[in-house]
């Protein structure tokens, strides 16, 4: 087998595409080596005292799990030496975080979620970093504002994860389709397993936390009740699948087809799910997938963030399965 690596996959589309510079590749570079350095800390979560949280809460008001306090650090070490930043965001972090003058100053801005799942850490399953990168807008001088950095989805100029599973995955997108790497621990590279990803145009599973039921409106237990009963277009059922970690039931249903769900309800009336470092690069993934990723009402990529750390409702899969969610709620006036 001709072993491609994922150096030699982005030289590749740096010479294809007219947007990959040198600084953008380099980027990409240093955010795989991040997610190796975190990969080795998830490794070894049961042998070293990192399992459990910091007793501390975050911006989100959600416990900190030492994993996460773990994961953010090494991406903020690591990305800020990389040349090719201005400025984060990361859902553990209250505010931007602008790259100090002491390090070269780039033309990109980078969100991400260091650790999405971490309620998941603690019995060993699943977890994965998300991020998004975006250019700073042209023409714009000087220290970074918070402006800057809230930019619509579709102008998002690369995203993917790295997925702590079984294996060590690397699912990105530049803009030309989207590719999946599995990390060869061995001689610690990213190997390609898995080129132009595609998702199916109807799947045969449904992802949502059911315990929320008592929560949803009417039309969000109609939509959730197609899938339990319903029929895809090809005449099979569907089956449920939660994992509680969104990077793992993504990738689920990027390879299997399907639909992942999270609602808004009654006690998250925006959603749960951070729009700029969760929705914002899943959905640009499944859209280079084939795939459609909608809050309810349109398009995910067509929203522009309030705030760094705004929420959506989700929706996202299979394009026939999201658009059974999107009629559903046009039938009935509404989420
Ligand atoms: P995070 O661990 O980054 O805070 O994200 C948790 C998110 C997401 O990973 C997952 O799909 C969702 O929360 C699960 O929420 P519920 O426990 O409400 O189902
Ligand atoms: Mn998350
Ligand atoms: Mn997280």
Not at 27 to 56: C, F, N, P
Not at 104 to 123: A, C, H, K, Q
Request: proline share 4%.
């Amino acid at each position: 087998m001709a072993d491609i690596t994922v150096t030699e996959h982005l030289l590749l589309h740096q010479k294809l595409s007219p947007h990959a510079t040198g600084q953008f590749t380099g980027l990409l570079y240093d955010l795989i080596l991040s997610g190796k350095t975190i990969a080795r800390h998830t490794g070894k979560a049961g042998l070293m005292d990192v399992l459990g949280g910091t007793g501390e809460v975050n911006v989100q008001g959600e416990n900190v799990q030492k994993l996460d306090e773990i994961a953010n650090r090494i991406m903020k070490y690591r990305m800020e030496r990389c040349g090719a930043l201005c400025a984060m965001g990361s859902e553990e972090e209250a505010d931007i975080i602008r790259v100090r003058p002491e390090f070269p100053i780039g033309d990109y801005i980078l969100i991400f979620d260091p650790l999405d799942g971490s309620t998941n850490i603690d019995v060993n399953i699943d977890v994965g970093t998300i991020f998004s990168i975006m250019r700073r807008p042209d023409g714009r001088k000087g220290e970074v504002e918070t402006e800057d950095v809230l930019q619509k989805g579709s102008r998002q100029v690369g995203a993917g994860y790295i997925l702590y599973g079984p294996s060590t995955m690397l699912v990105f997108s530049t803009g030309n389709g989207v590719h999946g790497f599995t990390l060869d621990p061995g001689v610690g590279e990213f190997l390609l397993s898995h080129p132009d990803m595609h998702l199916p145009v109807v799947g045969h599973t449904y992802s949502v936390n059911d315990g929320n039921w008592r929560n949803w409106s009417p039309a969000t237990r109609k939509a959730v009740d197609w899938f339990r009963t319903g029929k895809a277009s090809d005449g099979k059922s569907y089956s449920a699948r939660y994992v509680g970690s969104l990077v793992a039931d993504f990738h689920r249903t990027l390879i299997y087809g399907g639909i992942y769900m999270y609602p808004a309800d009654t006690k998250k009336p925006e959603g749960k799910l951070r729009m700029m470092c969760e929705a914002f690069p899943l959905s640009y993934l499944a859209e280079q997938a084939g795939g459609k990723a909608s809050d309810g009402r349109g398009r995910i990529l067509d929203r522009t963030p309030g705030h760094l750390h705004a929420r959506t409702p989700l929706f996202i899969g299979s394009k026939e399965d999201v658009e059974t969610v999107e009629r559903i709620y046009a039938e009935e006036g509404g989420a």
